[in-house]
Each structure stands twice: as structure tokens, then as C-alpha cells.
């Protein structure tokens, strides 16, 4: 079970960081993707973060501005979010595999076998 935690309301230019915490498993072997889907819109891939060395990859929309981190020791995967724009409202969630690879992989949905519950950000003035 992967748990979100972090989402909240926040101002243009603000930051948040999303956590992303399993249960019953360690994520250390696990790819973790982050998606989102805002209101009226389909789900998309926002950013990946590889098991083994840590490597990430981010969508053009959230590019200088998301990093993704893991701390293996406390079995989570964080998604740091700077400079949030108001397009970035949404319902984010992450999502694990062992089968994942994240440079090739990563940004299909369907590759997940473990989801979370989701966690609302929303940016507004």
C-alpha cells in the first residue's frame, strides 16, 4: 500500500512537498512515478524516480520546478514542488513497480501495479 501525504492549498509561487510512504513493502527495489489529474482532464505523468541509483525524470510542464527524492531508510519517495502555478491544481499520486524502469517505462500508468489514495493541491490567488 503506498500512502500520499503533503497536498494542501497554497498561493502562486509557494511550495509543497508530497510524500509518498509504502506499507507491507519496501520501496527500495520499487520505481515510483507521480501522476496528476486536475479537474476535466485525463491523468498525466509528472515525474519518475529509479530504484537503483536515484535517477529521475520530469515532464516539460514541471521541469526546474518538481524534484523527486527517495529516503530509503524511511521507505518513502518525496515529490518536492516549487514555483507551483495554478495549472499545477490537481489530484497527484504516486505509484511503485519492481518492473518499472524508470528512463523507459516510467511514464506509462499502466506499468503500476501499487497506487495511492491521491492528495489535492491546489494552487489559487
Known amino acids: 500500500q503506498l500512502v500520499e501525504s503533503g497536498g494542501g492549498s497554497v498561493q502562486p509561487g509557494e511550495s509543497l512537498r508530497l510524500s509518498c510512504a509504502a506499507s507491507?513493502?519496501?520501496?527500495?527495489?520499487?520505481?515510483v512515478g507521480w501522476f496528476r489529474q486536475a479537474p476535466g482532464k485525463e491523468r498525466e505523468w509528472v515525474s519518475c524516480?529509479?530504484?537503483?541509483?536515484?535517477?529521475?525524470y520530469y515532464a516539460d510542464a514541471v521541469k526546474g520546478r518538481f524534484s523527486s527524492s527517495r529516503d530509503n531508510t524511511k521507505n518513502a519517495v518525496y515529490l518536492h514542488m516549487n514555483s507551483l502555478k495554478p495549472e499545477d491544481t490537481a489530484v497527484y499520486y504516486c505509484?511503485?513497480?519492481?518492473?518499472?524502469?524508470?528512463?523507459?517505462?516510467?511514464?506509462?500508468?499502466?506499468?503500476?501495479?501499487?497506487w495511492g489514495q491521491g492528495t489535492l493541491v491546489t494552487v489559487s490567488s
Open positions: 524516480i529509479s530504484s537503483l541509483d536515484g535517477r529521475t
Open positions: 507491507g513493502f519496501t520501496l527500495d527495489y520499487f520505481a
Open positions: 505509484a511503485g513497480d519492481k518492473a518499472v524502469v524508470a528512463g523507459s517505462s516510467g511514464k506509462d500508468p499502466e506499468g503500476y501495479g501499487y
